[in-house]
């Protein structure tokens, strides 16, 4: 496994770009830890797709260097880069069982029938698929297919980073979250480098060290789950990241006070530098109190999804969503308060002040 | 209202749906909730006529109309894969169903409109379906079904193949956009989530049966067998075997448990108990809940919740606790389940708890 | 997916049947009449059972002219399948070449047999043609009307010429098919070309394969135009199939009676090969 080196890699599809508008991925420039797991997240047409694609050596980028452990490997071709990857749809060679599909990589590249055998029966037992050797590998079921995709990088001994490319789109949700946990498993055991693009955010968060959330063609921020979702750098990514996502809202900041129409918010720190440009302020909906006290709210729509409640609530003109766990009451006079600790101060959409 | 009596349907010798008795009210929502294969489409398509059920009936508003082809009936349908007229513009796209039923261009024109406007679809008007993201690609199918102005609208997997935030925006609009128009709305999907998020009433399918059809939350919450609870689950329901005899819970791993107060007058007997993941705690928070060791195999954190996978036994569990919680692989750690949460199954499969609470 | 029963339906197939009944199935019924008849004209018959058939099993002629066909169809299938095969896998997948290929490929089989026939005869001519001028000038004595080796040469290459183009636009089909993961994972498996083509190519491209045999059998087991017109089934009777010495008993000899039963025979086994062709695919198919 190895450190990926994302060195000012740019790409435009189109010749002779210009401006920023013309690159499908404007600059990224990054370093991706030795057994890291990497989820690039983001809505389609943001360029993870893209991203994914020049570092298993499918697009050669207009700019900029991609290096495996220092090494640079931006003009080498796909097989030479020693990657693996799994596709959205399940790739098998329809005509061989389950074994020689795993033997596959190895036979080509001209190891030894024994190893073959000592690693193909290894990797058999860590996907789970021990007893299926024998069987043709066009009668299993989807979830199955994905494994042996996957099956065919581990084998390899020199695989540089496992690629994932949304693949559990065909998976129904139940096996979604058995082959997850697994391939979780995996990683803690194994310490591969991987990185799986999705937009699916469950899958991203619960996945990776590391997400990594692009829009619009730039990666607008990088961090752990509870990064990403306590203190997101933009509005983009608060919205992105939650289920509903975080409530975003226009506010003048007064000292250590945030006023929201008619009601004032104290903000955590007073420290809060006073920022230029558009200022609104954040919060998810986890972070917002239902009660009797606070800022007096109509209630828009409350949704039951079993294990908690999503409340609409509109504060004068804002909509504001909110949480409620699964026992608690919605008072008749519902009032709302932010939890401070929730509290987020965005400039011109990007995070300002604060850790 | 649409009723289907003891439908089934047998293709090659093989069942595809089993014996279904389904009825649906007018300006309703209702979810068919069930894995890939288990009768869903094959369900819609009885429904709207595409099909002729082996055996059973098909009625409309007290009319019989087994048989009836889809041309002759009052229904739009919207799929998974976005269908429309590549070569006509998203105007003549939402206008066709008008066109074919002949409406006059002024009619035509306000309807297009309207619905445009509750589809978010007003500034692509002129554009072809081609030239448009996915998301706006079904909102125009989804803005022809409404203009057809149908008694019934049968969407299967409308939103599969879209972006998870588009699906959640859509999501919240689409009961709001059915919800005045009368129209009897069916709503396949394979995922719970999505059935809680609509709300309305849920059948679960399994094997080409319906296994049980209610107000949504209450399908969720009493399922009537552990089929049902299985269906209706995500993460996957926790289920464990064990045996009662007197005053004990005999679990599969060899653990004894006093039997909770309000279990205490089952018959003594094999069962399986299931809970949901949300139901499990890291923490004592009443006296009477069930205290068990469990081994940590995986922690997934979402930023705002942790999945915790974990072994018992033989079993296989899920945690879903608030906050982040990080542990090692292979830890064993304390967790509490309230007993009111357990719900039991006999050997059978139905549910002991929900016969108890009815009777209650 | 199955389709709503529709009585109605029948009705619109009804004018086929007919046709088909009046174009297919009373001449065939005449042929039958005649194969188990004698006649000597003026519209007299007498039953001779099974008489022409035993005499056309037995006859060496019949049998000559089975093997010519058999060894004809063979040639032409171990030819034009591989080939066609090779030139799908070089055709282009996408850019301005894939339109011109296609059309390029269409050429040959919109020219009417007969057509074709004449080009052939044409071309191999040594005096006019270019490609028996060009023989002749390296040196080769080529002359498809005396020399049997020549004729075959001829007619293969005719055949090869116009059919081949099938069996491209039907591998070429199968091959468009396969989505760019399937050859990207292989690149990432390390496979080679020939890996990539007998692990993902060959299979996907199984089902189209089996229609080219077919349909290259059948017809090329059928073939009568392009011979009567180059070489007219000689020289000598070298290339006189079964077609040919069929038209030669009917027409030119007038034996209604052995001529009859010579197409239902010929018939028979055109079917019978098809079906064990069909069925050893197929279950091989299913095997895999």
Known sequence: MARIDLNHIRHAYGPNPKSDKDYALKEVHHSWEDGGAYALLGPSGCGKTTLLNIISGLIHPSHGQLLFDGQDVTNLSTQERNIAQVFQFPVIYDTMTVYDNLAFPLRNRGVPEPEIDRKVRETLDMIDLASWANKKARGLTADQKQKISLGRGLVRSDVNAILFDEPLTVIDPHMKWVLRSQLKQLHQRFGYTMVYVTHDQTEALTFAQKVVVMYDGEIVQIGTPEELFERPRHTFVGYFIGSPGMNVMPVTLLGGMAQIGGHQVQLPSPAMPTAAGKIELGIRPEYVRLGRQGMPVKIAKIEDIGRHKIVRTRLENQEIAVIVGEGQDIPAEPHIAFDPKGINIYADSWRVGGQ | MLELRNVSKVVGGKPHLSDISLTLEHATLNVLLGPTLSGKTSLMRIMAGLDVPTSGSVWFDGRDRTGVPVQKRSVAMVYQQFINYPAFTVYENIASPMRVAGADNATIDREVRKAAELLKLTPYLDRTPLNLSGGQQQRTALARAIVKNAKLVLLDEPLANLDYKLREELRQELPKIFAESGTIFVYATTEPHEALLLGGNTATLSEGRITQFGSTIDVFRKPDDLITAQTFADPPLNTIALAKFGKAFQLEGGVALPVPAHLAEFADGTYTIGFQPHHVNTARSTPDEIGLKATVTATEITGSESYVHLSFADARWTMLAHGIHIYTPDEEIDIFIDPRNLMIFDASGNSVTRRQKLAA | ?288
């Open chain 3, 1 to 288: 997916m199955e389709k709503t029963w529709n009585n109605k339906a029948w009705f619109m197939v009804l004018p086929v049947l007919l046709l088909v009944a009046f174009s297919a199935v009373i001449p065939l019924m005449t042929v039958v009449n005649y194969s188990v008849q004698d006649t000597f004209g003026n519209n007299q018959f007498f039953w001779a059972g099974a008489e022409w058939f035993d005499e056309v099993l037995h006859s060496e002629r019949f049998h000559a002219s089975l093997g010519r066909n058999l060894i004809f169809s063979a040639i032409i299938l171990l030819i034009e399948i591989p080939l066609g095969i090779v030139i799908a896998l070089n055709m282009p997948r996408k850019g301005w070449g894939v339109p011109v290929c296609l059309v390029l490929m269409a050429l040959p089989l919109l020219i009417p047999w007969n057509v074709v026939g004449t080009i052939w005869q044409v071309f191999g001519r040594v005096d006019i043609g270019l490609l028996g001028h060009t023989l002749a000038n390296l040196g080769i004595n080529y002359n498809y009307v005396q020399n049997p080796m020549h004729a075959w040469f001829t007619v293969i290459i005719m055949d090869v010429w116009h059919w081949t183009s099938l069996v491209v636009l039907l591998c070429y089909a199968g091959l468009v098919s396969i989505p760019d993961a399937f050859y990207q994972a292989a690149k990432i498996d390390g496979a080679s070309r020939w890996a990539v083509f007998r692990y993902i190519q060959l299979p996907k491209m199984n089902r189209v394969l089996l229609i080219a045999v077919l349909l290259r059998f059948m017809d090329s087991f059928m073939i009568y135009t392009e011979p009567f017109v180059v070489t007219g089934g000689g020289p000598g009777n070298s290339t006189t199939f079964l077609s040919i010495d069929l038209v030669k008993v009917a027409v030119g000899q007038f034996d209604l009676g052995p001529a009859a039963a010579m197409s239902i025979i010929y018939f028979l086994i055109i079917l019978l090969l098809s079906w064990v062709f069909y069925t050893v695919m197929t279950n091989y198919d299913a095997e895999r």
